[in-house]
């Protein structure tokens, strides 16, 4: 690259100042040395381009420009910046094409479509590969290519406005891939097709990711290929099996898990694939698939984009990319053991059920020689080591629950069996059913209830097995008090129909409708039901339908829920129903053989003695120490409805070094794991309240506890299977009877997995972090609940005080930005009902700034929760709106421009269009052209300079003094100065009420105001032409001032030229006549123009010289013959005596004057007429006269005043004529007008019309002293003008005598203020009527006859002498205005 | 500058007093014409045939001398003398219709 010219001190002189506007580039385009360039030297350069220059350097935008014939290259700070690295300053003032060789091809033709067009290209995130930073690098850029105009308004150059997108476009495409990867539709996979997943997924990124191989270990330490992306199968590279220790890549490094840049060069590594480029990637990184805790899985290789570098977020990606699979290859390894756990549980609960429908006798004995030597410790026992008898007591209390299920369990076998050895003896029903129930006493009085047995004597026995009748009513009685929390328990026997009628009666939880017909099937359990204890197996009602079965009676069940439930059983009496051999005499009463199991069962349930309730609540076992446990310990929620089992799992978690809280159903270990989420929960299955699957459920569905693993125990067997509880969402499942080992086996377990699912929550997160498009999550209220990092960079809002509510705190203030607020609340309300969408809006960032963002969004389902949520993003498009806001703003006012055929109204259309732009109050401008006030235009057109408050007007003063194009600003608006080509300017916007001008507005505001100045520069250019064509034009026209009495009016038929063919002119000769020349050219427009402005200019002349009407014609006629064009004009030339109103005149073939007297006659002026100029040059012409009578009027014209179609010449003379002779009332100059507006065609005048009108006698005008010598002379002016107005002697006296007055009384007034003043008399003649002005500059006395008598007497005088006296005064002076009628 | 302004005294052919003025009366040469006025005692007669204008700072002279005088005028100065009502104090010769 070329070394940059830096040996000079000539740099930072002349010019210099163009690039003042900035510090850190300016100085180096200073250094350039310009004058090699095509654009000489910077003092010399235009206007424009110091304007462009100015704009590049003051903006903080990225921005380079390119300027004259070679595209000479200029860029600012923030460019060199982001994008010209290395090449500069190499890169100032060279040719662009040799700045950016490498991308000619790509921006070439749009930078020659802009200077050939005119029109600006906008190309978004375009792929550049750039050499800026010493390699060829991928680079996208968003940018528009603007002409940048000259002086003239010729395109010479251009303007780029860029902003780098790489990051942005480079990083949204690896989110894609990370999102891709992670959205594997199914829930399990196996470790291959996990794989397979990823390769296909990966090969849609061929951009970052050329090729990639997944290698996996091997036990023996070798790596075989398990996945490939983009490399053919058979490439040396990519061999099937790698050795231990190494190969083509590097097994050993990725084994200890260390990352590692293999440059691919030499042998294995040639021909390999290109991936989404034109060049095989040149390094390859060798990542591990790490695993928790142990040699990783295997290693990742993948392939880099040779046209990016290794940077951070290139190597976190692919990190990312290997945790990823590495994660997947975890899921699908664990996924793998747990369902082959879950095939052994259900093979071991087949066995279960087997085994127990298989029970037998067998049982019972070792149960016995359990029970008895048991029952010998507790006596032994009774006072020792109370650790010991507690023991004991577990144990004790089990063995029966053991024996009583069992003994259930036989019933039934036996019963099914048939095998069931009753025997009916005929029993006191009433006597049996009250002693059964008093054992139940004591526990249901400790409960609290009340106990209500009614049990009067039958008139007969009911033939009964003892044994079963046994069962029947402690099973129901203990039931009753199972779900009763408070009134009573009843009892009743009693005799209905042949049947003894037995209730049991509870008002306890009752059960539901459609749960009562069920109740009495086997191993059912209604659900969650408030109870004392979950233990139970769900076949006591079973059993005890069976054994009254047995008995040839029925029982039911009446139920409402909440109010309680009653079970009647109806025995028949005698023993028809009995088979006769199982039939018995009485015989002794014994005690119940099992009533001890119930009643030690049910007080278990009960409160102890002391009144503490029966389970330990969120306890932690008492004899654990916590503080000598580690603070890492891992918390254990144990939830169990059995006191004994929670006691167990507490000695053996503990014991292991685990925290443990206990609780004693499922609703209470919920709350406890709300409040503070433990490392895992161990949950027994049926729980009251809320049983374990429920429990896990709830768990599950709410995201804050969805991840805390949870073991479920369980006894249950046979009906529902053990993986049911997988199903429901726990982590493990164990059965009862389990040995301690196990457990603590599986709670290890989990809590590994756990932390494996809790990697799988921080990958999550790391997606979303790494978006780089803001991403927000909202609930169905639109509140917003979840943000990720890229959120927190572009809004300034951060995660700490999620959730935000709407309205949300980035929208636009509603009453600082109505407009913004409206279009934000607008697409907020799209949101709902609308599956997906995208729009784009403006948001205000924490700080206040405005930020234009497009927002996407979709509805989704949380799958942990089910409820319906609003995933979006936001994308920041601030540069790309400000960009196309620039674009059309600067494209309107350039029309608008371009428009404007002055410079008035170009700074006008400037002014409407900033208006708009920022949908401002007021734009105005003020410019101070030199030695004048400062003036002021507006968009509120009434405002002037003086109008503005002092403060504003210093301000605006002290503004006009700064260089062009400094912003300037003020607690109304905010401005810029701008170089008007007549001074300094100040462009001024007020915005309103509180309304921000941002950055953006800044920039926006200057790009238009340098578009301004080089368009007021050319308006004012064209001004000055069209003023010089104007004035030279005016030139040739006529005279710029006519003697008085004349009224003249030209319309050119060729607009905005002010001449034609058509002329007039009028000649102050040496004796104070007048020539008068009417004259008409052929054709019209400039052509005819340049014939009729020498012809006037000679006809002038030979007046001058006091040639006559005549003998003026014949030599025109011989000038004429040497023009082209000039043949056949017609021209009306005569001499007037103004005195005498004498006319003597002669027409070469013009149309005749009209001369319209006092009297209402006309008379046309057709005498001495010959034919038109040069058509027989040398033929003498006639000339006549006529005397133009006091109070008459002339009237000449050319033929386009009078000449129509289809109609004779005459009608419109006469029509002439008749306006004329209507205005008799009306000035001569009055008169003009209304002939020019009367005899006008609808569309206008199509020909070049020229008309001269005079009234005779010229108006009198004098202007002399105010002193009383004066009044003689005027008086004596006034009678001689007077005289020729042909009046009569008395009128003369009474004008006289009038203006006399009026006279001296100026006079007078005259003395006394200020003397030396003067006083101007004008008199008037119109046709019918005589107008008198005198004004001096004093003030008159009001009349006062007494004091004054003469002067009083004076203004009566007046008044009575003229018909009508108008006397005005103001601090300029009094004029006296009077009319008199003359006819 | 004072406007020209001829004062002949003389005698009517009764032998009264008369005072002939010829040109033009204006603010100007009014004190002339009362000064010439004043130096005449009696009766008098003024006679303004020669009077091309007469404006009302020379009635206002006239006015002042009114109990004694009388006034020859041509038409000419008919208006003025009638608008300013001196014909209703001042006998007027030689108007049109008058004595």
Redesign the interface.
């Known amino acids: 690259m070329p070394s940059h010219d830096t040996d000079d001190e000539r740099a930072v002189g002349a010019g210099s100042g163009v690039f003042a506007a900035d510090a850190e580039v300016g100085p180096d385009l200073a250094r350039v040395d310009w004058s090699r360039t095509p654009l000489g030297p910077p003092d010399r350069w235009p206007q424009s381009l110091q304007t462009a220059v100015s704009i590049l350097l003051s903006s903080r935008f990225s921005m380079w420009m390119a300027w004259g014939e070679e595209l000479t290259f200029f860029c600012n700070a923030a460019y060199r910046r982001d994008t010209l690295g290395q090449k500069y300053p190499w890169a100032l003032g060279r040719p662009a094409s040799e700045v950016w060789a490498e991308i000619w091809d790509d921006i070439g033709p749009r930078i020659s479509t802009v200077m050939t067009t005119g029109e600006a290209t906008w190309d978004e995130a375009l792929l550049l590969f750039l050499e800026r930073s010493g390699y060829s690098e991928e680079s996208y850029h968003t940018f528009s290519y603007s002409p940048l105009r000259d002086d003239d308004g010729a395109v010479v150059g251009m303007l780029c406005v860029v902003s780098e997108e790489t990051e942005r476009v480079i990083g949204e495409r690896r989110m894609t891939t990370l999102r891709d990867l992670g959205s594997d539709p199914s829930v399990v996979r196996t470790e291959q097709e996990i794989l397979a997943f990823a390769d296909q997924q990966l090969s849609r990124n061929p951009q970052d990711l050329p090729f990639t191989l997944t290698y996996l270990f091997q036990p023996d330490g070798s790596a075989r290929l398990r996945g490939s992306n983009g490399m053919s199968a058979d490439h040396p590279a990519a061999p099937a099996v790698l050795p231990p220790g190494g190969g083509v890549w590097p097994v050993t490094a990725a084994s200890d898990g260390e990352s590692l840049l293999v440059p691919l060069e030499g042998a294995p590594f040639t021909g390999l694939p290109v991936g989404g480029w034109v060049r095989p990637p040149e390094q390859a990184l060798v990542m591990p698939l790490l695993q928790q805790g142990d040699t990783p899985y295997g290693f990742l290789v993948a392939g880099l984009n040779p046209f990016r570098v290794l940077d951070d977020g290139y190597r976190g990606f692919l990190e990312l990319l290997a945790g990823h699979i590495s994660a997947g290859i975890a899921s699908a390894r664990s996924y793998e053991a747990q369902q082959r756990r879950a095939e052994e549980l259900a093979e071991l609960d087949r066995a279960k059920t087997t085994f127990f429908s298989n029970i037998s006798h067998e049982f019972r004995t070792p149960l016995t020689l359990i029970m008895g030597p048991l029952d010998e410790l507790r006596t032994e026992f009774a006072d020792g080591d109370p650790r010991v008898r507690e023991e004991l007591e577990v144990a004790h209390r089990n063995g029966l629950r053991l024996g009583k299920l069992v003994n259930t369990l036989l019933d039934f076998s036996r019963i099914e069996a048939g095998r069931m050895q009753a025997t009916y003896e005929p029993v006191d029903l009433s006597l049996l059913t009250a002693e059964l129930a008093s054992v139940f006493r004591s526990a249901v009085e400790k409960a609290g209830l009340a106990y209500d047995v009614d049990c009067p004597p039958l008139a007969e026995p009911v033939f009964l097995d003892r044994g079963m009748w046994e069962k029947v009513v402690l099973n129901l009685l203990s039931n009753a008090l199972k779900f009763t929390f408070e009134g009573s328990v009843r009892v009743t026997v009693g005799a209905e129909a042949g049947h003894a009628v037995v209730t049991i009666a509870d008002t306890g939880i009752g059960v539901a409708a459609d749960e009562v017909p069920r109740l009495f099937e086997r191993f059912h359990r209604i659900e969650n039901a408030r109870s004392r204890s979950n233990e139970g197996s769900g076949i006591g009602l079973a059993l005890v339908k069976e054994l009254i079965g047995l008995h040839g009676g029925t029982i039911t069940a009446d139920s409402v829920e909440g109010e309680g439930t009653r079970f009647t059983i109806r025995l028949p009496f005698g023993t028809d129903h009995l088979p006769p051999e199982s039939v018995a005499p009485l015989r002794d009463t014994r005690a119940p053989s099992s009533a001890n199991t119930y009643l030690q069962e049910a007080l278990r349930w009960l409160p102890d003695d002391e009144g503490r309730p029966p389970v330990p609540h969120l306890g932690t076992d008492p004899s654990a120490d916590l503080s000598v446990l580690p603070d890492v310990a891992a918390r254990v929620l144990v939830a169990d409805d059995n006191a004994d089992m929670r006691d167990y799992l507490t000695r053996i978690l503990t014991g292991a070094g685990y925290r443990v809280d206990t609780v004693e159903d499922g609703a209470q270990a919920l709350e406890a794991v709300r409040a503070q989420a433990p490392d895992l929960v161990v949950s027994d299955v049926m729980m009251p309240e809320l049983d374990g699957l429920s429990l896990v459920g709830r768990l599950r569905e709410d995201t804050r506890t969805a991840s805390v693993p949870v073991l479920l125990l369980s006894a249950r067997a046979g009906q529902e299977a053990s993986i049911e509880g997988l199903h429901a969402g726990a982590d493990d499942y164990l059965v009862k009877p389990f040995a301690a080992a196990e457990l603590l086996a599986r709670v290890r377990a989990n809590m590994e997995l756990a932390r494996l699912r809790n990697h799988q929550a921080r990958w999550r997160a790391a997606l979303v972090d790494s978006l780089q498009e803001a991403f927000f999550v909202c609930d169905e209220n639109g509140a917003v609940i979840e943000i990720n990092a890229a959120f927190t960079d572009i809004l300034g809002y951060g995660p700490e005080e999620l959730p935000y509510q709407p309205i949300h705190p980035w929208w636009p203030d509603a009453d600082d930005d109505a407009v913004a607020h409206d279009q934000v609340a607008a697409a907020f309300s799209l949101l709902t009902g609308h599956a997906r969408g995208s729009y784009t809006i403006p948001v205000s960032h924490r700080d206040g700034h405005r930020l234009w963002v497009t927002a996407m969004f979709s509805e989704a389902r949380d799958p942990d929760t089910g409820s319906q949520v609003i995933v979006g993003t936001f994308r920041d498009v601030t540069a790309e709106h400000y960009a196309i806001q620039r674009e059309s703003a600067q494209a309107a006012l350039g029309m608008r421009l371009n428009r404007a055929t002055s410079l008035p109204e170009a700074l006008m259309g400037a002014l409407t269009e900033l208006r708009d732009v920022w949908n401002a109050e007021r734009v105005l401008a003020v410019v101070r052209r030199e030695g004048r006030e400062p003036e002021v235009t507006s968009t509120d057109p009434d405002l002037t300079w003086q109008d503005l408050p002092a403060d504003r007007r210093e301000e605006f003063t002290a503004w006009l003094g700064r260089p062009p194009l400094t912003a300037v600003s003020d607690a109304t608006g905010t401005g810029i100065t701008v170089n008007h080509p007549e001074g300094p300017m100040v462009l001024h916007i007020r915005l309103g009420e509180n309304r921000p001008f941002t950055d953006e507005d800044q920039l926006l505001l200057s790009l238009m105001a340098g578009q301004l100045a080089q368009a007021l520069v050319r308006a004012h250019q064209i001004d000055q032409q069209r003023e010089t064509a104007i004035a030279l034009q005016r030139a040739i026209l006529g005279p710029s001032h006519l003697p008085e009495g004349f009224a003249v009016r030209y319309e050119p038929a060729t607009r905005p030229l002010e001449v034609g063919g058509d002329w007039y002119d009028t000649v102050t000769l040496t004796d104070g006549r007048i020539g008068i020349v009417v004259g008409d050219c052929v054709g019209h427009g400039l052509q005819a123009a340049t014939v009729m402005g020498q012809l006037r200019s000679a006809c002038r002349a030979l007046l001058l010289q006091d040639a006559g009407p005549a003998k003026t014609l014949m030599a025109l006629d011989q000038f004429a013959a040497g023009i082209p064009g000039a043949l056949c004009t017609t021209v009306f030339c005569g001499v007037l005596n103004p005195e005498t109103g004498e006319l003597t005149y002669s027409s070469a073939g013009h149309p005749p004057g009209i001369l319209a007297r006092p009297d209402g006659t006309t008379t046309l002026l057709e005498q001495g007429r010959s034919i038109p100029l040069a058509v027989r040059p040398g033929r003498h012409r006639p000339e006549a006269s006529c005397v133009v009578p006091a109070r008459a009027t002339l009237l000449l014209y050319t033929d386009g005043l009078v000449e129509r179609r289809r109609r004779p010449l005459t009608v419109g003379i006469d029509q002439a004529g008749e306006v004329v002779r209507n205005g008799r009332d009306a000035s001569v100059d009055d008169l003009a007008t209304q002939v020019m507006a009367r005899l006008a065609p609808l569309n206008g005048y199509d020909d070049d019309v020229a008309l001269l009108l005079y009234r005779h006698p010229a108006p009198l005008e004098m202007t002399f002293p105010a002193e009383s010598s004066q009044l003689a002379p005027v008086r004596k002016a006034l009678r001689s003008w007077l005289a020729q107005c042909n009046l009569s002697p008395q009128t003369v006296q009474s004008v006289l005598v009038a203006a006399g007055e009026a006279c001296a009384n100026a006079v007078e007034h005259g003395h006394r203020d200020a003397p030396g003043e003067s006083v101007r008399l004008r008199a008037e003649a119109l046709v019918d009527a005589l107008h008198l002005t005198v004004a001096d500059s004093g003030r008159w006395k009001k009349p006062q006859p007494h004091l004054n008598t003469h002067r009083g007497r004076g203004i009566g005088l007046m008044h009575a002498l003229m018909q009508q006296v108008t006397i005005t005064a103001d601090t300029t002076g009094t004029t006296v205005a009077m009319h008199t009628r003359i006819a | 500058?004072?406007?020209?302004l001829t004062l002949i005294p003389g005698q009517q052919p009764d032998g009264s007093a008369l005072l002939t003025v010829v040109g033009?009366i204006?603010?100007?040469n009014t004190a002339a014409l009362g000064e010439a006025l004043d130096g005449i005692e009696g009766p008098l007669v003024v006679d303004l045939t020669g009077v091309e204008?007469?404006?009302?700072?020379g009635?206002?002279t006239l006015?002042a001398h009114s109990d004694r005088i009388q006034l020859i005028a041509t038409?000419?100065?008919e208006?003025?003398l009638a608008?300013?009502g001196i014909t209703e104090l001042v006998t007027v010769h030689g108007l049109t219709g008058g004595g």
């Open positions: 500058m004072t406007t020209p033009e204006d603010t100007t204008y007469l404006d009302s700072a009635l206002s006015f038409p000419l100065l208006p003025v608008v300013s």
